[in-house]
């Protein structure tokens, strides 16, 4: 904590004690590592087997025939049907560990003798119920909430990079710079990303890439306009000149100087842009415009559940599991806002 | 000299048009085939239908005409003839009479003086004779269509205002004859002289037309009306009586099936479709169904399939091994998909042309799902290794390939597919796009397989499927880009063989080559239609007939059920009350194939 300034440790000292905004932002923290390891807890292969003698660690890597556990066939072993072999025989020194949800998001299985959507139940093991094709709705949850933050944070990461150097560079260069960057800006903000998504996606099938690349595209741009009057703001004051004075150049003066000083109005956008990433997602893959089927998605999984309301499971499981992530990063939002909200520390003389 | 010649231009029109009939026509007719209507139906009443989208134009030809509204329009136009929907004979519309010229090229027409136009006009022969010229004018901007009549037909003469003829540019069997040359009349007096602006002038514009219906009111974006004339002309004629019955057809945009559906439980629409297993079976269900206020009906049809599937695209390197085309389509798990999401209510299709009656090979069975033919035939074929993923390969090159398909709804159903053929080694990547997009992929020949189906037509069509001359180039409909001279040689013996018998043989001779082929993996076929309507809907005894696609269609050859208006106003009581009647499930055999 040594190398952080007593301004920071005061901000973090009051962001611990808004209650609300840092239990959240732990439990968010807990779901993002549990999904990122989500291969150990949620997978339709084991974790572990036991198998005359010798170990089988499946999670990850190369898949195990069949034939590696003397099964008749050579595709990926069943490990669920592996299981109750082993079960099944006498004495049998054999056994799989599975993990917690023994499905994969991308698997159907079914009931022999029942039509898919299965309701949620603790005997099948779907606790959340199946979709319309029979696969586990909290597997396609956690797997897709995973993908729903990558992308929201690789979003981010991107918008804010060319937001801020945009920014940056237009306020502190002014002038004609700054005027060409703004028509710049009004000329894109004005673009409809929609139909720009939907023409693309009837072109080629976005991937993960395409699709945050496209959106970082068309919304860097909301950025800048902070940054801008920010680093006008800061370009004035005599730090700057001193570094200037001292014959420090532009990008060190923007980027070492003016951009810690502007920090605090970025970090507050942050939660929000999170919010609004994983929405984006959302309500592109709810439209089919989003990522290519069968990847696992809360939009995908919205639209299922809105075309057969008659399932509460499904569109309650989506709506849920949306509504308490998004809740739960606003409330990180508010209190990263309150936490660095400078007025809390102005004094009047 | 010079004057002479001018005489001649003058009068060589009239010459032209004063054609004589050959002598010896056998004109026929039919007025004895069996009517498929109630007589006794009663008039009168507001039927209430929707759409998704409203449609771009009302034009029937030209840009953005290829819509779905379009066949509501078209239903109202009448034929020369038409086929009877249950025994396909030939029976009168526009022409009473008809006749068969020596060369097996020409159809000779009579038609009845009482035909009008919705305008009052009558429709005679040179409505036929306009026909033609507007179909190849090139201010229609259809080349499609510019093209058609242009090569197809030879010649459309008039005889005298009653009387014409059409020649085709090749000989047919004669049902084939009406069915490909068959043309209907184009009002020219509506029309006139055609300009650059005919396409934007008639967007919104009421044609003329001859059937029972026309468009009476439309709000834009909202809803189009269609009422019934008042005296139409052939209203009393044997095969429209009883049909046609309602007075206003009333088509609504409700741009969401799931919130028709919505209003179809309200009463504002009369009738559902639900061929697809999730609306029949979780969705139509519940008190109005159980107290019997809304039936449901479960129709068996007898009519050609449309072959829809998987098309393999040959000119792909590694679809271009016959063997390992069969191990794919052993490999496909087809049976598990209509045991699960499709609740076993579709069955799998076996052939390209199914439902053609004796045209059809019923000894092609599609290849079920077996993992041992399919590890045969892809291990004779070299796909011997395997990587990491458990996926076949050959030379370091994965045995991976793209599905491309048009509807999200048919997502689950390729991931099961998806699923299983990858216990065969095959890894295969869902690729869903929009409707339009898919089209063109096709059209430009850039899928692997592409999920698709082709609408039917009226006896096989082998050429535009499955010869070269179509293969290797885009915009054609041979997508499997089937090369292949012995079967050139059948499909063009095939097109100009006029003996039906023999045009049979060669029929089935060619499904089993295709099947041989294994370039089209035939999915799925439905062999019903189903749906549901409100208790005051009424139909003739048999609702349909062996080729209803639905029973639900007010124009066509449907058009057969009435409304009881007092019933409507009874049942909404009952419903207010909770009044139950009994709940009605009928299901129709009558035109079930057994195989």
Redesign the interface.
Do not use: V
């Given at each position: 904590m040594s190398s952080f300034s007593p301004q920071a440790l005061r901000r973090w000292q009051r962001f611990k004690s808004i209650k609300r905004g840092y239990y959240s932002a732990i439990a968010i923290s807990i779901l993002i590592v549990l999904s990122l390891l989500a291969e150990l807890w949620i997978n339709n292969r084991a974790l572990m087997v036991k198998y005359e003698g010798a170990y089988y660690f499946p999670t990850y890597?190369?898949?195990l025939?069949g034939e590696t556990f003397d099964l008749d066939?050579?595709?990926?072993t069943n490990y669920r049907a592996l299981k109750r072999q082993f079960k099944s025989e006498p004495n049998s020194e054999n056994w799989v560990l599975m993990p917690l949800i023994p499905f994969s998001p991308?698997?159907?299985d079914?009931i022999e003798g029942e039509?898919?959507p299965y309701e949620p139940s603790l005997a099948s093991g779907h606790y959340l119920g199946t979709d319309?094709?029979?696969?586990d709705i909290f597997a396609r949850i956690i797997y897709g909430f995973r993908i729903a933050i990558v992308f929201s944070i690789f979003l981010l990461s991107v918008t804010y990079i060319i937001g801020i150097a945009v920014g940056a560079a237009m306020g502190y260069f002014g002038g004609a710079f700054d005027l060409f960057f703004q028509r710049i800006i009004e000329i894109l903000s004005n673009v409809p990303i929609l139909y720009i998504i939907?023409i693309v996606?009837?072109?080629i099938?976005p991937n993960f890439w395409t699709l945050a690349l496209l959106l970082a595209g068309f919304s860097w741009m909301g950025m800048t306009w902070y940054m801008r009057t920010e680093t006008y703001r800061e370009n004035a004051r005599e730090y700057v000149q001193a570094a200037r004075a001292l014959g420090a150049g532009h990008s060190r003066i923007m980027f070492l100087h003016i951009l810690p000083n502007s920090i605090s109005i970025l970090v507050t956008f942050f939660p929000f842009s999170v919010v609004g990433g994983i929405t984006a997602l959302t309500s592109l893959d709810y439209l089919?415009f989003g990522l290519?089927?069968?990847t696992p998605s809360w939009g995908e999984l919205l639209?299922q559940g809105?075309?057969?309301?008659?399932?509460q499971w499904i569109w309650a499981s989506a709506v849920g599991a949306l509504s308490v992530v998004l809740t739960l990063v606003t409330f990180v939002g508010e209190a990263i806002r309150e936490a660095f909200d400078p007025k809390k520390y102005t004094f009047y003389e | 000299m010079r004057y002479l010649f001018f005489i001649a231009v003058l009068i060589m029109p009239l010459l032209a048009q004063s054609k004589t009939l050959p002598k010896d026509l056998q004109w026929e007719t039919n007025n004895s085939a069996d009517t498929w209507a109630d007589p006794n139906a009663t008039k009168g009443g507001v039927f209430n239908d929707y759409i998704i989208s409203f449609p771009p134009t009302l034009r029937t030809i030209g840009p953005d005409s290829n819509n779905s509204f379009r066949s509501f329009i078209n239903a109202n136009k009448m034929g020369l003839v038409s086929f009877h929907p249950t025994t396909w004979e030939i029976i009168p519309e526009i022409a009473t009479h008809w006749a068969y010229g020596a060369d097996k090229k020409t159809v000779y027409y009579k038609l009845d003086p009482a035909a009008k136009w919705s305008d009052g006009k009558s429709v005679t022969a040179d409505d036929f004779l306009y026909t033609i010229k507007f179909m190849r004018s090139p201010h229609i901007n259809a080349p499609w269509y510019n093209n058609h009549y242009t090569e197809q037909f030879e010649d459309v003469s008039k005889y005298d205002d009653h009387t014409i003829s059409i020649t085709g540019a090749v000989a047919r069997s004669k049902e084939e004859l009406h069915y490909y040359y068959g043309l209907g009349p184009t009002p020219e007096h509506f029309y006139g002289e055609l300009d650059g602006d005919w396409v934007k002038k008639h967007n919104w514009k009421i044609v003329p037309n001859t059937g029972p219906y026309q468009i009476s009111k439309i709000k834009k974006g909202k809803s189009v009306e269609f009422s019934l004339k008042e005296n139409w002309w052939a209203k009393d004629y044997r095969y429209n009586k009883g049909r046609y019955n309602v007075n206003k057809v009333v088509i609504k945009v409700i741009r969401d099936d799931n919130i028709a559906f919505r209003h179809f439980e309200k009463g504002d629409i009369d009738s559902f479709d639900l061929v697809h297993p999730d609306y029949w079976h979780n969705k139509a269900k519940g008190k109005l169904f159980d107290n019997g206020y809304i039936h449901k009906v479960l129709f068996y049809n007898d009519m050609p399939r449309s072959a829809s599937g998987f098309f393999l695209n040959m000119d792909k390197p590694i679809l271009s091994d016959n063997d390992t085309r069969i191990g794919i389509a052993y490999a496909l798990n087809f049976e598990k998909v209509i045991k699960t999401v499709l609740r076993d209510d579709y069955e799998r299709l076996n052939a390209f042309h199914e439902g053609y009656g004796d045209y059809s090979n019923k000894n092609v069975k599609a290849r079920p799902f077996d993992l041992e033919k399919a590890n045969h035939y892809l291990t004779k074929a070299g796909w011997t290794e395997y990587n990491g993923s458990g996926i076949r390969i050959k030379n370091g090159k994965e045995l991976s390939l793209e599905i491309s398909y048009a509807r999200k709804e048919h997502t689950d159903r390729w991931t099961i597919i998806k699923q299983d053929a990858k216990k065969a080694g095959i890894n295969l990547e869902l690729k869903l796009q929009d409707a339009t997009a898919q089209y063109k992929t096709v059209m430009q020949k850039q899928h692997d397989i592409a999920a698709m189906g082709w609408s039917t037509g009226f006896k096989p069509a082998f050429w535009q499927h499955f010869h070269s001359d179509n293969a290797h180039k885009p915009q054609t409909n041979n997508v499997t880009n089937f090369d292949d001279k012995q079967i050139d040689d059948l499909i063009m013996e095939y097109r100009f063989e006029t003996d039906t018998s023999k045009r049979i043989a060669l029929s089935q001779k060619l499904e089993q080559m295709i099947h041989d082929s294994a370039a089209f993996i035939p999915s799925f076929k439905v062999s019903y239609t189903r749906g549901a309507h409100w208790r005051w809907l009424k139909f003739p005894k048999v609702p349909g007939t062996k080729t209803s696609a639905t029973l639900y269609s007010p124009f066509g050859n449907g058009g057969v059920f009435w409304i009881d208006s007092k019933m409507k106003i009874d049942t909404m009581a009952a419903r207010k009350s909770s009044t139950r009647y009994t709940p009605v499930n009928n299901v129709y055999e009558q035109f079930k194939v057994t195989q």
């Open positions: 890597g190369d898949i025939p066939y050579k595709w990926e991308n698997e159907n079914f039509y898919p319309m094709s029979g696969r939907m996606a009837s072109i099938t089919g290519p089927p069968p639209q809105t075309t057969n309301l008659e399932f | -």
